[in-house]
């Protein structure tokens, strides 16, 4: 089984920063994908940033230039950095790890999420 936790959501002013993190744990072989989608109210999840074990990335049109995705495989853990946010940006923030558990099987967990609140 594997877990999936996330961090660092909250409430900022249009223009401001915050840092996502998400930490796997649990009987993990590998991770080769680890991504960050997001769901507004009303709306379907989109993929926002994902990143390969082997440093590829790849970003949604809305935030490139602005967000950053980044890894640390040693810890099973992914990073989102967020510049300049907008109003827009405001939904509910979720991890998700493409793994190979220990016993060879494939499987997809997603975290909790975390509520991102861009306002004035």
């Known amino acids: 089984q594997v877990q999936l936790v996330e961090s660092g959501g909250g409430l900022v002013q249009p223009g401001g920063s915050l840092r996502l993190s998400c930490a796997a744990s649990g009987s993990i072989f590998s991770i080769n994908f680890m991504g960050w989608y997001r769901q507004a109210p009303g709306n379907q999840r989109e993929l926002v940033a994902a990143a390969t074990s082997g440093g590829s990335t790849n970003y949604a049109d809305s935030v490139k230039g602005r967000f950053t995705i980044s890894r640390d495989n040693a810890k099973n853990t992914v990073y989102l950095q967020m510049n300049s946010l907008k109003p827009e940006d405001t939904a509910v923030y979720y991890c998700?790890?493409?793994?190979?558990?220990?016993?060879?099987?494939?499987?997809?967990?997603w975290g909790q999420g975390t509520q991102v609140t861009v306002s004035s």
């Open positions: 998700k790890a493409d793994t190979i558990l220990n016993n060879g099987a494939h499987r997809n967990y």
